[in-house]
Structure formats: structure tokens, C-alpha cells
């Protein structure tokens, strides 16, 4: 974060006009590592002032020095998504410290897994009723044609099968499907 702040020099006290100088505030990772934010800290850009816990959290586990060789080799393109990427990975790694983000992934995998076992059971289920309907909407109809004399006409199984029209449907409820 950047203040402007005016200083008063023994120039400023005569009559020109008073010289602004910017007082920047180090960032997170200077702070911890106790030294002198320079202008151009590679460190700067990614752990802000406020956000003191990013860069502990990275430098527990990847160390200062790996941190800013790590950003020094990546394009500048690159370096804010490798850095999350490590805080990531160490709030894994401190969470987990067996299996980092591998026990994480290997969890997500697990619930995809059961979800998409889920899925194919929900979806046998749901063939199955599909069957179990157009075998009684079958059954129905042969029971109906027997029963009552059908035109000269006689109607193929398939089209008994394939039976859906909402009008049909209609009658069939209408008629008692037990005398």
C-alpha cells in the first residue's frame, strides 16, 4: 500500500512548494523475514501488507529462498497463480502433513466416484420403471382387447407398445381396470 506524506526539509521552509516523498508500507513477506522492502521485491506484488498468514503459511513449507527462486524463474504472466498455487498446497500440507494435497485429491476422487456409482444406479432405477410401465401399459391393452371386440382391423403389438398419447391415456383411466 502506498501513503503519500508530505516531509518538511529545510528547502520547505522557504518558499517553494513542499516536496512529497512515498512512504511504502513493506510487504508481508519482508515484514517476517525482518529486512528491507526494496521497489522492486519480487515477494511484493503477491503478499500484500494485510495478508501476513499467505506468506507465513508458504514460507513454513517452502522456505523463503525456494519461494523467490521459484517466482524469479516463472514469468511474470505465471507468478500470481504460482503463488496461490503454493499457498494452497502448504495449507494442504499443514492440514495434512502426510499427504498434502495428494489425501485432498484422493477424497475428491473418492466422492466422484461414489456420486457417479449413485448415478448409474439412479439411472438403472429409472429403466427399470420405464420397463415395468410399458409392460403394464402391454398387459392393459391385451386385457382391454380381449375383452372388448376391437374393429376389423387388428392392432400390432407395436403399436399397443408404443402406446403414449395423453387422449389414450385418458380413456384408459377412465375405464375400471378390474370387472
Known sequence: MECSDTTLTSSSLSHSPPRQSLVMSPCAACKILRRRCVEKCVLAPYFPP???????????VFG??????FLQELPEYQRADAVSTMVYEANARLRD???GCAGAICHLQKQVNELEEQLAKAKAEILNMHCQQTNLM???WMEMAQSSPMSSSEQSLDNIINFQDENNLE???EQPLWT
Open 50 to 60: 494485510n495478508d501476513p498468514l499467505k506468506f507465513t503459511t508458504a514460507h513454513r
Open 97 to 99: 502433513p502426510v499427504y
Open 64 to 69: 523463503a529462498s525456494n519461494i523467490i527462486k
Open 138 to 140: 402391454a398387459l392393459i
Open 171 to 173: 380413456y384408459l383411466w
